[in-house]
């Protein structure tokens, strides 16, 4: 079974960076891909970046490409997501998970519970 465990939220000035970080207990990193998703009330969950769990393809979001960037260490069993030059519109609960590749949510069958970034004007 695998679980996810996001962290790394918070609150943050518009122009501000944060890092979050996705433990993944019971995951092996040799099949499918791992990704970043958001979601705000209302709103359907929006796909960001995914990696490929054994490589290091990657693909973004065209609202966070050159912004946000993903990567993974197998040795520490973590997903992360730096994000730069963050935007009120930003401001969402997000969101780690694993399945299959792509920026769709329906791809992906294991999720975090989520971590709230706030970001202020």
């Known amino acids: 079974q695998v679980q996810l465990q996001e962290s790394g939220g918070g609150w943050v000035q518009a122009g501000g960076s944060l890092r979050l970080s996705c433990v993944a207990s019971?995951?092996?990193?040799?099949?499918?891909?791992m990704g970043w998703f958001r979601q705000t009330p209302g709103k359907e969950r929006e796909g960001l970046a995914s990696?490929?769990?054994?490589?290091?393809?990657?693909a973004y979001a065209d609202s966070v490409k050159g912004r946000f960037t993903i990567s993974k260490d197998k040795a520490k069993s973590t997903l992360y997501l730096e994000m730069n030059a963050l935007k009120p519109e930003d401001s969402a609960m997000y969101y780690c998970?694993?399945?299959?590749?792509?920026?769709?949510?329906?791809?992906?069958?294991?999720w975090g519970q989520g971590t709230q970034v706030t970001v202020s004007s």
């Open positions: 990696i490929h769990s054994r490589g290091g393809f990657t």
């Open positions: 998970a694993t399945g299959a590749c792509g920026l769709e949510a329906t791809l992906y069958d294991y």
């Open positions: 019971g995951y092996t990193f040799t099949t499918g891909c």
